[in-house]
T-cell receptor, first 116, second 112 residues
Framework: NAGVTQTPKFQVLKTGQSMTLQCAQD?????MYWYRQDPGMGLRLIYYSASEGTTDKGEVPNGYNVSRLNKREFSLRLESAAPSQTSVYFC???????????????FGQGTRLTVV | QKEVEQDPGPLSVPEGAIVSLNCTYSNSAFQYFMWYRQYSRKGPELLMY????GNKEDGRFTAQVDKSSKYISLFIRDSQPSDSATYLC????????????FGTGTRLTVIP
């Protein structure tokens, strides 16, 4: 999806390994979000950043850390991966232009992560 | 009880049919309602956005919100094979995309 770029697209990790999921946007939004999508659970917010230098926990933050490196980039780190973190991870930004108050989200293409 | 309930389907319809997709919710404070379409192995894309109650139409798509029944619907008229995807409902109490509650999605197949 134009505007939000996620890398990598696929990854297989062994239990206990670490990795960082990268997200970059070119829409100049202050807010950025990390969601995970699991069968039967829907999309759930992991962390979000309302502006450069700030981050806040979402619904399912345990086992993750984030960094808002600058306005453009927001990374998600798994320090010690567990099989329960097998999921599809989406980075998102607000969709629209209402001064940061947009409720709609614009999603990237996702990272499919498998932890074995 | 989940905040948002959505029948996972799958739902198969012939091309040209009218499709009705639905979600129910438990939190009467929800004010912002959205429908997303997600193609296989892709990210969700916003289809419809509605604030509070009422109907909204965009081409072949109509979104309805009935807050008294805590029920939202998405209607697709003249369905096309390209509409085959998973449809997700989402809703929020306030503005900002950091407190969205998503349904689990309904998988739709439109048969040519």
């Amino acid at each position: 999806n134009a505007g939000v770029t996620q890398t990598p697209k696929f990854q297989v990790l062994k239990t206990g390994q670490s990795m960082t999921l990268q997200c970059a946007q070119d829409m100049n939004h202050n807010s950025m979000y990390w969601y995970r999508q699991d069968p039967g659970m829907g999309l759930r917010l992991i962390y979000y950043s309302a502006s450069e230098g700030t981050t806040d926990k979402g619904e399912v933050p345990n086992g993750y850390n984030v960094s808002r490196l600058n306005k453009r980039e927001f990374s998600l780190r798994l320090e010690s991966a567990a099989p329960s973190q097998t999921s599809v991870y989406f980075c998102a930004i607000p969709a629209g232009d209402r001064g940061g108050m947009n409720t709609e989200a614009f999603f990237g293409q996702g990272t499919r992560l498998t932890v074995v | 009880q989940k905040e948002v309930e959505q029948d996972p389907g799958p739902l198969s319809v012939p091309e040209g049919a009218i499709v009705s997709l639905n979600c129910t919710y438990s939190n009467s404070a929800f004010q912002y309602f959205m429908w997303y379409r997600q193609y296989s192995r892709k990210g969700p894309e916003l289809l419809m956005y509605t604030y509070s109650s009422g109907n909204k139409e965009d081409g072949r798509f109509t979104a309805q919100v009935d807050k008294s029944s805590k029920y939202i619907s998405l209607f697709i008229r003249d369905s096309q094979p390209s509409d085959s995807a998973t449809y997700l409902c989402a809703m929020s109490v306030g503005p900002g995309a950091n407190n969205l509650f998503f349904g689990t999605g309904t998988r739709l197949t439109v048969i040519p």
